[in-house]
C-alpha cells in the first residue's frame, strides 16, 4: 500500500494539471470571499487610500482586459511547453521528459495564469453598470490588477527558466539530481542494518540454497507492466519474522509479462540431522514453505 501511494503521489507532483487545478479553485474561492470583505467594508463605512479606488466602469475595462489577455497567455504557456517537450523528446530521448514534468516552474507559471483569469471572471460578474465609487469592490478589483502584474512577472521568469532548462549541461544536472535522490529512496543506507548479527548465518544457508539451484514457493505475476518500486522494509520484515530466504528476480524499471517469475520464497530454517534422511537421493534438499 506504501508503495501504491507513492506511485500515485509520483504520477500526480509530475503531472501538469494537479498544481493549476489547485491554484484555478483557489482562486475560484477568492473570488466568492473577497468581494464579501468589500461589502463589510462599506457596512462599517471604512475609507480606503486613495490609489486604490476607481469607478466601477474603468474597473469592468480594466479587468476584461485581464481576463481575455490571462487565457490567451495561458494557451501560450501551453503551446511553449508542448514545444520545448518535443524538442526535448528529440534531442535528448523520451526518457528525459520525466525530469521536464516534474518542473515546478513550470506548472506553477501555468497555475498563476489560470487562476488569475478565473478569479478576474468571477469579479467581472459582480461589477455594475455605475459610476459610483461606492459600489465598486475596490478591494477585489485591486487584487486582480496585482495578480495580473505578478502573471506579468512569472511570464518572464518562465520564458528564461525554459530557455535554461533545455541546456545540455542543465539537462544533465537535473538527471544526476534525479538519480541520486533515487538512490536515496531505493537504497537508504539503514536498510538491513537491524540484520547483521545474522548476516553470516544466513550467507552459509543462502550459498547452500543457491548451490543446489532451490527457489522455494514461486511467486508469479498476475499482470503485465513495469515495476515501479519495491518495499524493501516490508520484505525484510517478512522474511525476518517468518524465517523465509526470499529471493528476487526483478527490480524497479524491468518490464514483466503475465505469469513471469517475480520471487520465491523459502523456509530459513536449517536442516537437522534427522531432516537429512528425508532428502531425495539426488541430494536435492527438500524445505518446508511458509505460504503467506
Not at 101 to 113: A, N, R
Not at 230 to 255: M, Q, T
Request: hydrophobic share 45%.
Amino acid at each position: 500500500m506504501k508503495n501504491y501511494l507513492l506511485a500515485v503521489w509520483d504520477y500526480l507532483r509530475g503531472s501538469y494539471w494537479l498544481l493549476p487545478s489547485l491554484l484555478g479553485f483557489a482562486a475560484f474561492c477568492l473570488g466568492f470571499l473577497v468581494p464579501h470583505l468589500d461589502q463589510y467594508i462599506a457596512s462599517i463605512g471604512a475609507t480606503l487610500p486613495e490609489t486604490i479606488q476607481t469607478t466601477t466602469s474603468a474597473a469592468r475595462l480594466v479587468i476584461s482586459a485581464i481576463a481575455s489577455g490571462m487565457f490567451t497567455i495561458t494557451g501560450t504557456v501551453f503551446s511553449i511547453t508542448v514545444v520545448a517537450l518535443s524538442l526535448t523528446s528529440q534531442q535528448f530521448g523520451p526518457r528525459l521528459l520525466r525530469t521536464f514534468m516534474f518542473d515546478k516552474i513550470t506548472q506553477l507559471t501555468l497555475g498563476i495564469f489560470i487562476a488569475t483569469g478565473v478569479y478576474s471572471l468571477l469579479i467581472l460578474r459582480i461589477l455594475e453598470e455605475t459610476d459610483a465609487k461606492h459600489s465598486t469592490p475596490q478591494i477585489s478589483v485591486a487584487l486582480c490588477i496585482c495578480m495580473a502584474i505578478v502573471s506579468i512577472a512569472v511570464l518572464i521568469v518562465f520564458i528564461h527558466h525554459l530557455a535554461m532548462l533545455i541546456q545540455a549541461p542543465q539537462v544533465v544536472r537535473a538527471v544526476v539530481n534525479d538519480l541520486d535522490s533515487a538512490l536515496d529512496r531505493l537504497f537508504p543506507e539503514s536498510l538491513g542494518e537491524a540484520y547483521d548479527e545474522e548476516r553470516k548465518k544466513e550467507k552459509g544457508l543462502l550459498d547452500k540454497f543457491r548451490a543446489e539451484r532451490h527457489e522455494g514457493l514461486t511467486m508469479l505475476s498476475s499482470c503485465r507492466g513495469y515495476i515501479q518500486g519495491l518495499d524493501e522494509e516490508h520484505i525484510l520484515n517478512l522474511a525476518s519474522k517468518h524465517s523465509l530466504v526470499i529471493r528476487l528476480f526483478v527490480r524497479p524499471g524491468d518490464f514483466v509479462v503475465c505469469g513471469a517469475k517475480l520471487a520465491s520464497v523459502a523456509s530459513a530454517a536449517l536442516p537437522t540431522d534427522s531432516d537429512s534422511d528425508s532428502n531425495s537421493e539426488d541430494g536435492s534438499l527438500e524445505v518446508p514453505f511458509i505460504p503467506e
